[in-house]
C-alpha cells in the first residue's frame, strides 16, 4: 500500500489533487481489527476536479495522469499496483472538513493523511448502510472516538436525525 | 494467543464472547501496516473480483499483442467449430491463472495472477504474459513475422512487458507514450521499472532514423539493447535521450 501513498504524494506534489484523505475502510481498519476490503477510499477535494462555472466532476485529469504513470482504470477506481483506489470527489462540506483536519500517519517511510475517527464515523453515518452503522458501533466501542468531537460534526453537519435514528437503532443515548 | 488448555466441558457463552472481544483487540493494536498485510491475506482468500481481474487481463494483453501484431481473444465453448489452427487464445479460471494457448497446436502457457497471498504486481504479471507469450511463437512463425508487410512502430519494437537482466537486476520495459515519427525519425519512449518495491523507474526516449529501422523486430531490438543496458545499468535516477540516427 505504500506504493500506492506515494502516488498520491506525487499526485500532490504536481498537483493534480489540491488535498486528500484516505477514508473508508482502510480508515476503519487503522482504528479497528483488520477485515476484508478490496480498495482504497481517497477523499479529494470537489474544487480540483470540478470543471467549468457550473462545477461539473470529471476525474479525467486524475485518470490521464494515473494512466501516463503506468496505471489502468478498472470498474470504479484505478489499479495501483495490487489496489483499487477509488477517488471519490467530496459532495458534502463535512467531507471537505474531513480532509482538512485529517490526521497525519506514517506507512512504512512514507506519511499520508487519514480520516480522523470522529470524521469517519460521521460520515460513516451519513452513508447510512447497515455494514457502516455496525463500524461506528465498532469505533465508538474502540475508544478511539472523542464523543463530544462526534457531537460537534453531528451537530455542525446536519447529522442529527441520522444520529438519532442511529441511536435509538443501537439503543444508545441520543 | 496463549497456549493454556481449553476446556470445552466448562466453556460458557461468556468466555466465548470475551474471548472474541479480546482478539479483536489485539488485532485492533497490530501496527497499521501489519494490518494492511492481513487485509492483502483476507483479499486472496476473496480476491477481486473475476471481472475486474479479467479486466486487468486483456489490459495487459492488449498492449502485447499491438506489438506483437497478433489478435488474442477469449476461449469460448460455442466458438470451437470456428478456431483456426494456431489462432490465439487465452482463458482466465476461478483461481485467477490465465492460460494462453494456440488452437490445436497441444501447447499452452499458464501464468498465475497472484503470488503467495498476494496480488502480483501489475507489471510482473504483465512480464509473464509476455515471456509466455514469447514461449508459445513457433520458429517458422519468427521468420513469417520477417516479411515484407509494413508494420507499425510498435511492432518493429515489441517492447511491452518485455524484461531486459542488467548487472542491477531485472527491468521490465513498457510504452510511456505510443511511438511517433516526425522528420524521418521514429521517436520512441520507453520506461523500464525495476524492483517493484523500490519503484525505480527510468526512462529511454530513442529516437531512430526510419531507415535504421529494419522490419524485424529482433534486430532493432538487438540495435537498442546496449543502449538500454547503458541506461539500466548507469545512474540510479538517470534518463536517457538516444539518438540513432547515424546508425546504418
Known sequence: MERVIQVLNRMLADRVIENYAIGGGIAAIYYLEPYQTDDIDVFIPAVTVSVGEVGLISLEPIYSYLKE??????????????????????????????????????????????????????????????????????????????????????NRYNLTEKWKKFARQFDLEE | MKDEAVDLAHMRVEDLFEAKSKRRERLSNLPFEEKIRIVKKLQSVYPLTQVGFLTLVNDLLVPICLDLGI??????????????????????????AVTIMRWLFGREERVEGWQESDFKPRLAFGAELRMGIDRLFLNN??????????????????????T??????????EWLTEPTEADCKVHFDIRFNRDLEEKLEKLLHLQVSVTALSNDPVKNLLLIQPFVIELL???????????LGKIR
Open chain 1, 69 to 154: 504513470l503506468g496505471f489502468t482504470p478498472l470498474k470504479e477506481g484505478v489499479v495501483i499496483e495490487d489496489w483499487l483506489v477509488q477517488f471519490i470527489p467530496t459532495f458534502e462540506p463535512m467531507q471537505d472538513e474531513a480532509i482538512s483536519k485529517s490526521r497525519r500517519i506514517k506507512f512504512g517511510d512514507t506519511e499520508t493523511n487519514i480520516f480522523t475517527a470522529e470524521h469517519l464515523a460521521a460520515e460513516l453515518l451519513r452513508s447510512g448502510r447497515r455494514k457502516d452503522h455496525l463500524r461506528v458501533i465498532a469505533l465508538l466501542e474502540s475508544n478511539h472516538v472523542n464523543v463530544q468531537q462526534l457531537r460537534s460534526i453531528i
Open chain 2, 71 to 96: 489478435h488474442m481473444s477469449r476461449r469460448s465453448g460455442a466458438m470451437f467449430p470456428h478456431y483456426v489452427r494456431g489462432q490465439w487464445l487465452y482463458d482466465v479460471d476461478n483461481r485467477h
Open chain 2, 141 to 162: 512463425e519468427k521468420v513469417a513475422q520477417n516479411g515484407f508487410s509494413q508494420k507499425s512502430w510498435r511492432e518493429k519494437l515489441p517492447i511491452s512487458f518485455r
Open chain 2, 233 to 243: 545499468e548507469g545512474l540510479e535516477n538517470s534518463n536517457s535521450v538516444t539518438d
Open chain 2, 164 to 173: 531486459f537482466d542488467a548487472a542491477n537486476g531485472r527491468w521490465i520495459a
